[in-house]
Protein backbone atom coordinates (compact mmCIF):
# COMPACT_ATOMS: atom_id res chain seq x y z
CA UNK A 1 0.00 0.00 0.00
CA UNK A 2 0.92 3.28 -0.66
CA UNK A 3 1.71 5.80 2.11
CA UNK A 4 1.10 9.51 1.40
CA UNK A 5 2.90 12.05 3.51
CA UNK A 6 0.59 14.82 4.50
CA UNK A 7 2.97 18.28 4.65
CA UNK A 8 1.76 18.76 8.12
CA UNK A 9 4.52 21.52 9.63
CA UNK A 10 2.64 22.63 13.08
CA UNK A 11 -0.25 21.37 15.15
CA UNK A 12 -1.97 24.40 13.42
CA UNK A 13 -2.18 22.58 10.26
CA UNK A 14 -3.10 19.44 12.07
CA UNK A 15 -5.96 20.80 13.43
CA UNK A 16 -7.11 23.01 10.52
CA UNK A 17 -6.98 19.68 8.27
CA UNK A 18 -9.07 18.11 11.27
CA UNK A 19 -11.19 21.10 10.95
CA UNK A 20 -11.66 20.92 6.91
CA UNK A 21 -12.47 17.38 7.34
CA UNK A 22 -14.99 17.30 9.69
CA UNK A 23 -17.16 20.09 7.91
CA UNK A 24 -16.76 17.55 5.13
CA UNK A 25 -18.46 15.20 7.21
CA UNK A 26 -15.87 13.01 5.83
CA UNK A 27 -14.30 11.30 9.60
CA UNK A 28 -14.12 13.15 12.64
CA UNK A 29 -10.74 13.19 14.52
CA UNK A 30 -9.74 14.43 17.85
CA UNK A 31 -7.71 17.21 17.80
CA UNK A 32 -6.97 17.46 21.75
CA UNK A 33 -4.31 15.17 21.21
CA UNK A 34 -1.48 16.96 19.63
CA UNK A 35 1.16 13.93 20.23
CA UNK A 36 3.47 12.87 17.07
CA UNK A 37 2.03 9.24 17.86
CA UNK A 38 -1.58 11.22 17.09
CA UNK A 39 0.28 12.64 14.21
CA UNK A 40 1.32 9.53 12.77
CA UNK A 41 -2.18 7.98 13.04
CA UNK A 42 -3.60 11.06 11.66
CA UNK A 43 -1.50 11.01 8.58
CA UNK A 44 -1.66 6.82 8.13
CA UNK A 45 -5.54 7.33 8.42
CA UNK A 46 -5.55 9.57 5.86
CA UNK A 47 -3.53 7.35 3.20
CA UNK A 48 -5.41 4.27 4.33
CA UNK A 49 -8.68 5.78 3.79
CA UNK A 50 -7.79 8.18 0.92
CA UNK A 51 -9.75 11.17 2.06
CA UNK A 52 -7.95 14.09 1.21
CA UNK A 53 -4.67 15.24 1.26
CA UNK A 54 -3.78 18.74 2.69
CA UNK A 55 -3.85 20.90 -0.32
CA UNK A 56 -6.91 19.21 -0.93
CA UNK A 57 -8.68 19.96 2.23
CA UNK A 58 -7.60 23.64 2.04
CA UNK A 59 -8.88 24.28 -1.27
CA UNK A 60 -11.99 22.22 -0.70
CA UNK A 61 -12.56 24.50 2.41
CA UNK A 62 -11.60 27.89 0.52
CA UNK A 63 -14.59 26.70 -1.83
CA UNK A 64 -17.03 26.74 1.26
CA UNK A 65 -15.88 29.69 2.67
Known sequence: MLKTKIPITSVSH???VCYCIRTCNVI???VQDNTMQYLERFITILS???VV???SALQHHEKLN
Open 53 to 55: NYN
Open 14 to 16: QQH
Open 28 to 30: FLD
Open 48 to 50: VWQ
